[in-house]
């Protein structure tokens, strides 16, 4: 099955700077890459998402790429906010008949510091 | 538009016992996903439902099932409770036919085992 790896665990980064998440995914046929953010003891929020025919997404400070060959995606998220501090998942989903079954990272806490 | 409810919001239960938490998807959704997110952790997928099946299932004992209704709503049982099963439950719904769509969360049931 799919194996999605998450790094950093954690991120600490001053107010206005900017942050980068990276995964990694092993099954070649994930098509499908969506970014979580989830504040404390709250529900995940769908926050951005590429899909595997796209290199890269943007909106507004945040931006998604994507590299398939290297089988790796990334979240950007520039001049940082306070309430940015969160955990953001990456997950993956492969096509075809188990299209709806995602896997997750394992997260990564983001911190910024005013 | 009601978005993914979910029931109870908390729950605590003795080791051994059974449990029974409750998810309506999203309005226009047809496929409910469960997950178990341990403190700390990413959300582990624990199985899907779509046409009142059983569609997809991860690595989680045959203490766990599920059921789908014929409104799509769906429940998760626990049976025979360990200490290890507290976590956040979270149900997520999408629509089957969409391939490369996201999946939206509810807010989940915090069940702690005592």
């Known amino acids: 099955g799919e194996n999605v790896e998450q790094h950093p665990s954690t991120l600490s980064v001053q107010e206005g700077d900017s942050a980068v998440i990276k995964c990694t995914y092993s099954?070649?046929?994930?098509?499908?890459f969506p970014w979580y953010k989830q504040e404390l003891g709250k529900r995940p929020q769908l926050i951005i998402d590429?899909?595997?025919?796209?290199g890269e997404k943007k909106d507004q400070r945040i931006a998604v790429t994507l590299n398939k060959t290297a089988k790796h995606f990334s979240l950007h998220i520039t001049e940082t906010q306070p309430e940015d501090s969160a955990v953001y998942f990456c997950?993956?989903?492969?096509?075809?008949?188990?299209?709806?079954?995602?896997?997750f990272g394992s997260g990564t806490k983001l911190n910024v510091k005013p | 538009d009601a978005g993914v409810t979910q029931s109870p919001t908390h729950l605590i239960k003795t080791r051994g016992q059974q449990v029974t938490l409750r998810c309506s998807p999203k309005?226009?959704?047809?496929?409910v996903s469960w997950y178990q997110q341990a403190l700390g952790q990413g959300p582990q997928f624990i199985f899907q439902?779509?046409?009142?099946?059983?569609?997809q299932r991860g690595n989680f004992p045959d203490r766990f099932s599920g059921h789908q209704f014929p409104n799509y709503s769906s429940e998760l049982n626990v049976n025979a409770l360990l200490l290890g099963d507290s976590a956040l439950y979270l149900c997520?719904?999408?629509?089957?036919?969409?391939?490369?769509?996201?999946?939206?969360f509810g807010d989940g049931t915090r069940l702690s085992i005592l």
């Open positions: 997950a993956a989903r492969r096509g075809g008949y188990n299209f709806n079954k995602f896997y």
């Open positions: 590429i899909r595997s025919n796209v």
């Open positions: 997520a719904s999408s629509v089957r036919t969409s391939a490369q769509q996201p999946q939206h």
């Open positions: 099954d070649s046929a994930s098509n499908y």
């Open positions: 309005s226009g959704h047809d496929t």
């Open positions: 439902y779509y046409e009142e099946e059983e569609r």
